[in-house]
């Protein structure tokens, strides 16, 4: 019986419909040739939650909503807060942000290599990567009081302050990792297996990266030279140089130059921050109760553009607040770049590398994945474990 | 002395569309918000992106308000971010999809499907996007009407 | 084995950390397997949204006993900030039974590390 691409009936009995699939691969033979994402099972409700709890109690639950880049979050938040209220947030406390945002972009780009290591079979560099990143957790556990989840930002400015000593340890912190990461860099160029397995896999033209509106890393990699610190400064972007990193090779290995680029871009601004802070307060106190507007505030996370929306009500409880969080403009992407067309083949093996590429924030390895073969009339349930194993990785 | 970046978009837009163009204002640097009629809301996000080379959309907005339902592209380009507003009322919730001006809106208007419970006529797939498989059909829980419950524990801890 | 339950992913980096050198939570004889019919020890972070509900009960169905469950974070202890959320379970006790939780929003590794231990060394005494 022939079963249409378009049209697989799937009954209610079967076992997938319980499985919270998040991606939906169409497959002929070795080849992926349709993707359908259904995300969800991260849905908690957060944006209904908003309505009910003051801005205050906001800022802690905005910090939850992505616990890798928590702080791009919370910074996007008290912005937008900011923003209504139109009072001029102390200096010190905007280069303070750029130091604790840059800290989270260095940490989150390790974290990514280590994974996508462990990803294309090379675990010592996901055991040497983590390590080498604990020393930047331990520098934002010293400013901020935790690993994870800073609590750094407040309604006003920032909540601590750094001393002398701190600087000082900051400045070691980044000599290592500028050393460490310049290291990767040259040892990775000179490994010709790891460039097989990141080369030319997961494409996304330039062209395409535009219409579906990619954001971050991903959409540097393929061209698109766009990034909210230099297009829409906010904190103190508007006086911390850096140049915005972007390569045209489309694909994974291009991905992977972005953030390591970006990684020792990041440090040299850390260091301008500590460089330049200017002094006065950390912050300023800022009425409870925010007058009836909208505001729209947008920063660089490292996985890419964050955008908030806001509309308050003259109350102490928005209105309505809306987050975007950048995976969520990426899976389009994503999606294209699993679509096998024309010379452009896309092997199931290639799955978890192209998927990891785009430093999606959802964890993905235990979730199982759905397979169709409309030819063969199959359907089966894969993690990507299961993948891994099939392309020899494990 | 020479008009702001952010009322030189205004004024094109207000050139373009004139009555169709019910309310604007620029907030701060670099941000616009206007609000249009339902039968101008394709026509301006149209002219937004090709003309005015705002061609990247952030996300699109859906709001439950007094007024009906507001749906708001925040579309933008280096150093401007232009937030379009059209608002549809609660008896009839539907807009034309922008996917084809857009293709990357193609997520947003799914989201807003779910929570809101708007249509977007012209869409290639409103399927679910966050909302799980078995939540009930007509429940939007971003409706102001809609009280957030809890599902129920099966054991006792 | 680890699941997450639609986590922020803070605990998951912790519970990761846990796993890398400095940490290194193999030397107490644990190790990450993939598959629920190779683990004793179902390590769970995240609230529980409604999409993993059925997921994580046969997860836990399919475990051989003897099986233990930790509950590692606010989020999988009680719902954590999202309690209260239309998509959330009031945590995973209201679900499957747990042995041992390890509060913190995330909790560092060496408190991941010193649940789990706590566990397995009151599962070897027992």
Not at chain 1, 18 to 38: A, L, Y
Not at chain 2, 64 to 81: N, Q, T, W
Not at chain 2, 130 to 157: I, M, N, S
């Amino acid at each position: 019986m022939a079963i249409s691409t378009f049209d697989v009936p799937v009954g209610p009995q079967h076992p997938a419909l319980k499985e919270p699939v998040n991606f939906t691969f169409t497959v002929d033979g070795e080849h992926v040739v349709g993707v359908r994402p259904r995300i969800g099972y991260n849905h908690r409700g957060i944006e209904k939650a908003a309505e009910s709890r003051t801005y205050i109690q906001n800022i802690y639950l905005m910090e939850r909503i992505c616990g890798i880049c928590s702080v791009a979050h919370t910074t996007t938040y008290v912005q937008n807060v900011e923003y209504v209220l139109g009072k001029e947030i102390p200096r010190r406390a905007e280069f303070y942000r750029v130091l604790i945002n840059e800290l989270n972009r260095i940490h989150s780009h390790l974290l990514w290599l280590g994974v996508a290591g462990h990803e294309i079979g090379f675990d010592t560099l996901f055991m040497y990567v983590w390590r080498d990143r604990e020393h930047v957790m331990d520098i934002l556990e010293m400013l901020t009081g935790n690993r994870v989840n800073y609590a750094i930002n407040t309604i006003g400015g920032v909540r601590r302050d750094i001393t002398p000593e701190m600087v000082g340890k900051v400045r070691k912190v980044m000599e290592v990792v500028e050393q460490r990461v310049t290291y990767y860099r040259k040892a990775a160029a000179a490994e010709p297996t790891l460039l097989t397995r990141v080369k030319g896999i997961g494409v996304l033209k330039t062209e395409d990266a535009l219409k579906l509106c990619a954001v971050g890393p991903t959409a540097r990699a393929s061209g698109v030279k766009s990034d909210v610190r230099a297009d829409d400064p906010y904190a103190a972007y508007d006086e911390v140089p850096f140049n915005l990193v972007s390569y045209d090779l489309c694909d994974v290995l291009s991905r992977v130059l972005v953030r390591v680029d970006e990684t020792l871009e990041s440090v040299k601004m850390v260091k301008h921050c500590l460089d330049h802070m200017p002094a006065g307060p950390v912050r300023v106190k800022l009425p409870r109760v925010v007058p009836a507007a909208e505001s729209v505030s947008r920063i660089e996370a490292p996985r890419g553009e964050v955008i908030h929306y806001l509309r308050s009500n003259g109350t102490d409880k928005p209105e309505r607040y809306k987050v975007r969080a950048p995976t969520l403009g990426n899976i389009p992407s994503v999606c294209e770049m699993l679509t096998s067309k024309g010379d452009y083949a896309v092997r199931i093996g290639d799955i978890p590398i192209a998927l990891a590429s785009i430093d999606p924030c959802f964890s993905c390895t235990d979730r199982a994945v759905l397979f169709i073969d409309p030819s063969r009339g199959k359907e089966w349930l894969w993690t990507f474990e299961h993948i891994r194993k099939y392309a020899g990785r494990v | 002395m020479s008009k702001s970046t952010e009322q030189a978009i205004i004024d094109e837009l207000r050139t373009q569309f004139s009555q169709e163009l019910l309310e604007a204002k620029a907030t701060r640097n670099r941000r616009v918000f206007m609000e249009v009629s339902p039968q101008a809301y394709k026509p301006v996000v149209d002219y937004a992106v090709r003309t005015m080379g705002f061609t990247h959309l952030s996300t699109i907005t859906g709001l439950d308000s007094a007024k009906g339902f507001e749906i708001m592209p925040h579309l933008s380009r280096s150093g401007a971010v232009l937030t379009v507003k059209v608002t549809v009322p609660r008896e009839d919730p539907t807009v034309e999809t922008i996917t084809d001006l857009i293709p990357g809106a193609i997520l947003y208007e799914r989201e807003i499907h779910d929570l809101v419970g708007v249509v977007f006529r012209g869409h290639p797939g409103l399927e679910r996007l966050v909302l799980h498989e078995g939540w009930p059909e007509g429940v939007h829980p971003l409706r102001k009407e809609y009280k957030a419950v809890q599902p129920e524990p099966l054991r006792k801890a | 084995m680890h699941f997450n339950t639609g986590a922020c992913n803070a605990c998951d980096i912790e519970v990761l950390a846990a796993l890398t050198p400095r940490y290194d939570l193999e030397r107490f004889g644990a190790v990450l397997k993939g598959s629920p019919r190779h683990g004793d020890v179902l390590v769970v972070t995240g609230p529980v949204t409604r999409q993993v509900k059925d997921r994580i009960m046969r997860i836990y169905e399919q475990m051989p006993p003897p099986r233990f469950v930790v509950s590692v974070g606010s989020c999988a202890s009680s719902g954590g900030v999202f309690n209260g959320c239309y998509n959330v379970y009031p945590g995973l006790d209201s679900l499957i039974p747990v042995d041992a939780y390890v509060p913190g929003c995330p909790p560092k590794p060496e408190a991941i590390i010193h649940g789990v231990a706590a566990l397995l060394a009151k599962i070897r005494g027992s």
